[in-house]
């Protein structure tokens, strides 16, 4: 492999390893040849998040305008241009030789702007529409690489997952992303419980739920579990070799549930946490669960 093609790679992956760290097990349980291309994504995914979310006082149209330079970069590259980019080399290599589709990357670039204009969504079909290029068309970027044996049928498993881990960050990063500005609980959903965003306000300044934010939460985590549900009959639809990877990343990630649960749905206290030893069990048995055995929901909230 060319060197400057290999060092983004190692770029990619390093992103990975620090931010990423409940997938990057999942991710150490696919093969050598799939692993580059999966933390090639992550960069991608990361690097873009990381313009948006700058929080070192630069503007938000100095952020959008970085965010633009960068996509069209990656869009030149995608056309044979030469790219001076860490990220990219790694990224446009991984979409050729797998053969991913171009315009879930566009649908991704089109959600990172949008948070740079959207601080909050009226109905959960808004927040869709957002989730749509933010957490969907991930789990679509993916299936080339984990290779299911149909993947029409596959598709719409693998964007449910995308949705799944999407609304579990939202529900876990609550005051972090009240701390950017930004609501991504829907307002009907707040109206439903009878909270404001005044009230997160406070509860993030006296760092404690008050009831009718658990209530909220309560709600939210019913509607994940809801989407790790319908993803859950995709993972005996990929290739045997992928199946514990991800199998790894939906029981920890729907773990993060249980631990919201575990902390009385008290999402301002601290954030919640997959301790490392459940981690390392989870991981252990995916790799003994034999390829092909369905994933239950009830199973996801058991580790």
């Known amino acids: 492999m060319d060197p400057r093609l290999a060092a983004s790679y190692e770029q990619c992956r390093l992103l990975h390893r620090h931010y990423g760290r409940t997938y990057y097990l999942a991710t150490r349980l696919l093969s050598a040849e799939q692993r580059p291309h999966v933390h090639a994504l992550y960069g991608f995914t990361r690097y873009a998040d990381e313009i948006v979310d700058r929080m070192d006082g630069t503007d938000p149209g100095e952020r959008a305008r970085q965010l633009r330079g960068w996509a069209d970069a990656f869009v030149a590259g995608l056309n044979g241009a030469p790219v001076d980019d860490p ?30 204009e959207v601080r909050s969504y009226d109905t959960y079909d808004d927040l869709l529409s957002y989730m749509e290029g933010s957490a969907a068309v991930i789990g679509t970027m993916m299936l080339p690489i984990l290779r299911p044996v149909d993947p029409t049928a596959a598709r719409e498993p693998a964007r449910q997952l995308g949705l799944a881990f999407q609304l579990t ?135």
């Open 87 to 116: 990220i990219l080399p790694a990224v446009l290599h991984t979409i050729n030789v797998c053969g991913l589709d171009r315009d879930d990357f566009a649908a991704f670039l089109h959600s990172m702007a949008m948070d740079l």
């Open 169 to 303: 960050n939202f529900i876990r990063d609550v005051a972090e992303d009240l701390g950017r500005g930004r609501v991504y609980l829907p307002r009907e959903d707040l109206d439903r419980f009878g909270v404001t965003v005044a009230d997160l306000r406070t509860a993030l300044d006296r760092g404690y739920s008050p009831p009718q934010v658990r209530a909220l939460v309560r709600f939210e985590i019913e509607r994940a579990r809801d989407h790790y549900a319908l993803a859950a009959p995709g993972i005996p639809m990929l290739a045997p070799a992928s199946q514990a990877c991800i199998r790894t990343a939906y029981h920890l990630y729907s773990a993060i549930l249980d631990e919201v649960e575990r902390q009385n749905l008290d999402v301002f206290t601290r954030r919640a946490v997959v301790p490392r030893r459940v981690r390392l069990r989870v991981a252990a048995r995916s790799l003994i669960t034999p390829a092909g055995r369905p994933v239950s929901a009830a199973a996801s909230v058991a580790v």
